[in-house]
């Protein structure tokens, strides 16, 4: 088969490179039908994180984004971790560059932070916190955090603040955001509600406090699910990227799913989830390259924090 052309046959080459492989398809809800349609498992990060954690699998393809194929590896050191395209990158990991989290906790070591550090980071910035969360589990665990010391919350100031409203716990916040979910607005969301007024809204917590106002409920991917299922009305507004409303859609066909919209478009994408295609996945497989390469150091140090949401997060 050539290298760049796509056959007919590329779902079965697939398969059969990944059996040869021993190899696991981590997928994020955010992908393309096609792609989650070949994965062994599909959720959010924090089920994605367990999966890595658990997996028997000589090489994990991690379908998704890169912070979270890094996070597979330094769970599974010992495994090879590819990903089909290494610049699937993502707008919250770039706006907290580990230097600059390093400089910042310099100049305020008398704080003593006690520093959280949201999933969606570089290994470089996992290993300056002291745990990890999920959007998944970030209410927990905010509230398992000491008392006695202040916390920084990296790097998505409206997660964190969602976090402060839920919990009460006031947490410095560091200002960066997620590039697709600040593309909804209080008027993008209010123009859908009034064109299915039954509707129920469930919106992810990277929106801004605007949007989430608006929605019945704030939660992970992997929770839409189960709002989704149980929702009192048959039209559901879905508040995240587009590549929801596929698994969505296969769990919950009952139900008319409607993406939520931007001001400019009637879906918001993640450029950087959707460069993920089934032909950069057989390369990949194929050449088991881009792989995650880290400093044992890194791994060490990323490890901790990681396992201590693990651990609070059960
Ligand atoms: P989830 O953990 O809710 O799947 O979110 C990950 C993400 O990248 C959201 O933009
Ligand atoms: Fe990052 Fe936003 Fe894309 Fe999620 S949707 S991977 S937070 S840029």
Redesign the pocket.
């Known amino acids: 088969m050539s290298e760049a052309t796509p056959s007919t046959n590329l779902i079965d080459e697939i398969s059969k490179l990944k059996a040869e492989r021993n190899a696991v398809f981590l997928v994020h809800n955010?992908q393309s039908k096609e792609i989650q349609d070949l994965g062994d498992y599909v959720g959010d990060s924090l089920g994605l994180a367990y999966q890595a954690q658990s997996t028997d699998a000589d090489v994990i393809v991690f379908l998704g984004?890169h912070f979270m194929a890094e996070t597979a590896k330094i769970l599974n050191p010992n495994k090879v971790v590819i990903l089909p395209d290494a610049d699937a990158g993502?707008?919250?990991?770039q706006a907290c560059p580990a230097p600059d989290l390093e400089a910042f906790l310099k100049e305020n070591e008398a704080k003593n932070y006690y520093v959280i550090a949201y999933i969606?980071c570089s290994a470089g910035v996992k290993t300056l916190a002291d745990v990890i969360v999920t959007s998944g589990n970030a209410i927990k665990i905010v509230n398992k955090a000491p008392k006695d010391r202040p916390i920084l919350f990296v790097p998505d100031q409206n997660l964190g603040a969602w976090v402060i409203e839920q919990t009460g716990r006031e947490m410095d916040l560091w200002a960066g955001s997620?590039?697709?979910?600040v593309e909804f607005t209080k008027d993008s969301i209010q123009k859908i509600k009034n064109e299915y007024p039954e509707a129920l809204v469930v919106a992810h917590p990277?929106c801004t406090q605007a949007v989430r106002l608006l929605a019945d409920e704030v939660c992970s991917t992997e929770k839409m699910i189960d709002f989704c299922k149980n929702a009192a009305s048959d039209d559901v507004i879905v508040v995240t990227?587009s590549g929801m409303l596929n698994r969505l859609r296969k769990e919950v066909p009952g139900k008319n799913l409607i993406p939520g919209p931007t001001d400019k478009c009637s879906c918001a994408d993640?450029r950087?989830?959707k460069m993920n295609t089934l032909e950069k996945l057989y390369l990949c497989l194929k050449n088991l390259s881009p792989r995650v390469e880290m400093s044992p150091e890194t791994i060490e140090k990323a490890k901790a924090p990681m396992l201590r949401m693990l651990e609070q997060s059960k």
């Open positions: 955010y984004v993502c707008s919250l990991e969606n997620c590039y697709v979910h990277e990227e993640c950087y989830m």
